[in-house]
């Protein structure tokens, strides 16, 4: 469903009053080569669980000027990132998610005798919320969050130990835009544009963390993919690339916590990564992968792949077939039907042009030359069956989208099908 320029443009120009809000806290910074921002807003409400592990390995930088260098120290560095995350759909638009993460830091062929780190890293809190949503496909999320040291460098350093990162705190706040790309002849696809503005504490540089992925997201099981690039494009404002005896301390403290990797203090770091992801949707609300994020040019940012796998619980999953696979008439939605209740009246009819099952959207052509207005209520019938009701989420003049808040029946919700319009 397309959206009214002047609604689109009001929850924009809202935002955008949220970034400017959020602009002057303190700036923070964890390493987002290696924790990359990612879209968090789920499908439903309800609880998913993923717990993840990560390894990376670097012995060189990209310098100042996008080319190689190997660590001054001779060694290698790598870090082991073991992540619980956790996502809370307060309903089917707003959504909670955190990450508990464990972190060791290691070293290898360096002459210089640093021990090891291990020890909780930088925590993540947040919130995303989708503003738009058509039956179409099209969508826009907001998403802000923080991310919090539970560390401290300071007692690494007298413990002569790796840092477990810069010790700062991450404020973010951005957007993702979907756009179905079902057109290739796989479903439940689309293309997800990501842009975000990150602050940053300790006088490290603000940044503009930015994304691009083609992305297969089945809701029935089968082969999940993600391809594209993720980036970071600094704002050049760290104070140590203006101060040189700022930087001087920067560069020594770098080589005390990460031995000269700019895994640590990187100074205006920029970085563009490819991304893949490959897992397997078990349709019973279990989603294994394996991922690897590889940066291909960049300044002040170490160099090497990221291996990541992990597995994705949906405690709220309630099963289903592929109808394409089934037919109309398969058992599958995800929200649990319930008893339809008493006698119904009526007094207005429509037509089902579109439905998404996967946000629970369904499009009809009537809108408010019809007198439908957001709020009311519409049985969604095949025949005599009453299959679902809808609530009206959004009004067009000819047509409106509905959000599925009830199932009655095991049925896939068709085009074609009837909605009626309960009376008060």
Known sequence: MKTQGSVLGRR?????????FLAPLPRAGAHLLLQPRE???????GLQIEPRISLF????????????????????????????????????????????SLLSANQTGSTTARQSGFGLGDQLVGAAWRMLSSADGLGVNLQAEARIPAYSNVSARSANRLYLGDGS????????????AGFIGWSDSYFELGGAYTQRSAGFSSALPLS???????????????AGFRAQLSLNSDVAGQDANKRTDVLLDRLQGSLGSDLVNGINPSWLAAHLRIGHNSGTGKTFYLSGDLPVSGSAVPSGILVSGGVAFDLQHHGGVDPSRSGPESSRPRKPKTPLRGFQSYDLEGKVSTYNDQLYLVKIDRGSSDSVEKGQLFD??????????AKVT???????????????????????FVARRLLK
Not at 39 to 45: A, E, L, P, Q, V
Not at 172 to 180: H, K, N, R
Not at 394 to 416: C, K, M, N, S
């Open 212 to 226: 691009l992925l083609f992305r297969r997201d089945p809701a029935y099981g089968g082969l999940v993919l993600d």
């Open 169 to 180: 705190i991450d404020l973010i706040a951005g957007a993702y835009l979907e756009l179905p």
């Open 57 to 100: 390995s670097t012995g060189s930088n990209f310098s100042d000027d996008g080319g190689l260098t190997g660590l001054s120290t001779g060694a290698k560095v790598s870090r082991t990132l073991i992540d619980l995350n956790l996502v809370y759909g307060v309903s089917d638009h707003l959504f909670l998610f955190g990450r508990a």
């Open 39 to 45: 879209n968090r807003t789920g499908s439903h409400s």
């Open 380 to 389: 969604i019938f095949s025949g005599k069956d009453v299959l679902a009701r």
């Open 12 to 20: 924009i120009t809202n935002f955008m009053i949220l970034l400017g």
């Open 394 to 416: 959004q009004v067009r003049d000819e047509e409106a989208v509905l959000t599925v808040i009830e199932y009655f029946q095991d049925q896939w919700i068709e085009a074609g």
